[in-house]
């Protein structure tokens, strides 16, 4: 079995000690895919790009596994005419990314990166530094996933009034209090937006210019889902105007991101690390060796399919 592990660093490499394997440092696309040229299986993460173009030059691939829950970073159609399978790894970032979620959104409405810079540099001053609560405000969160939904409910253990949008509303959450809305209203009513939907055609920029400027004047955006569903663009827009207080975002639709978005005072970034605890890596490396051995002994886990008709499931305003 000639497997090729892309994006690799040493963690990982620990991890899949005794596995027989070959480790690139870098992602998998058409500038690298020479590397893998004979490989039946790649093993790849959120970096690495398949296309038409590389799956034309991996004629012995059989199997992927991407390490992520994502994968819009696959070409999933161009997999299935080509019969080769393809894996995930699921349920690693209910914790992390939820957990992270409240870190960005914590250290964005309090101030707590100039809190930080003045006390470093000796300025002893609380002035200017008056923060937002969430307790008391309407978080709203857009996909009610696994991490959507542990959002959800650690918004309310915050003091928040939680509402959700999703094309499923799930009745466990129902139960606890959150209540589900239409697109639009979720943006007009919440002081606070999550984003947790999956990346597909009809959720890429769900959140354009248009809906930004439904969002509830003063509000707040953080995004730990998927960097494609915003127009980044129309977002810059919004903050230098100030029609929104702030964004806290760990995912941007090109990684790693350039231009005013860096230079803008009332954001917070973070490079994609919502997932990347000890808990949340391991839980990763688990499943992957597990897809490695069920794929070695005839079988797979984890099998990913296309979602179809997505435009019925989210509709953009």
């Not at 038409?52 to 070409?75: C, Q, W």
């Not at 200017?128 to 409910?153: C, D, E, H, P, Y």
């Not at 760990?250 to 605890?277: A, I, M, Q, R």
């Amino acid at each position: 079995m000639n497997v090729h592990i892309f994006e690799s660093d040493p963690d990982v490499e620990r991890e899949l000690q005794g596995q027989q394997v070959k480790f690139h440092s870098f992602p998998l696309g058409r500038e690298t895919v020479q590397f893998a040229s004979e490989a039946e299986v790649v093993v790849v993460f959120i970096g690495s790009r398949l296309d038409k173009e590389v799956f034309v030059a991996l004629p012995r691939l059989r199997y992927i596994i991407t390490r992520s829950t994502g994968y819009d970073h696959i070409d999933i159609e161009e997999a299935k005419r080509r019969g080769v399978v393809v894996s995930n790894v699921v349920g690693y970032g209910t914790v992390p990314v939820s957990e992270h979620t409240f870190a960005l959104l914590l250290g964005l409405m309090r101030n707590v990166k100039e809190g930080d810079r003045r006390v470093r540099s000796g300025r002893w001053q609380v002035r200017g530094l008056m923060g937002t609560q969430i307790s008391g405000k309407t978080f709203g969160v857009a996909g009610t996933g696994n991490i959507g939904s542990r959002i959800a409910l650690l918004a309310q253990a915050f003091g928040a009034r939680v509402l959700a949008y999703d094309a499923v509303e799930r009745q466990d959450l129902k139960a606890a209090g959150v209540h589900y809305v239409e697109w639009t209203e979720l943006l007009r009513e919440s002081d606070v937006l999550s984003l947790n939907l999956p990346l597909n055609e009809a959720t890429r920029h769900i959140l354009d210019r248009s809906a930004i400027l439904m969002m509830k004047p003063g509000s707040y955006l953080v995004n730990t889902g998927r960097g494609g569903l915003i127009d980044e663009e129309a977002l810059v827009e919004a903050l230098e105007s100030h029609r929104i207080a702030g964004a806290a975002l760990d995912v941007f639709e090109h990684e790693p991101p350039s231009g005013k978005l860096l230079k803008l005072d009332n954001v917070l970034l973070t490079p994609h690390v919502g997932w990347y605890t000890d808990g949340g890596f391991h839980e990763i490396m688990r499943q992957t060796v597990a897809c490695l051995k069920a794929f070695e002994e005839g079988s797979y886990l984890n099998r990913v399919a296309r979602i179809l008709f997505a435009h019925i499931l989210y509709g953009k305003v």
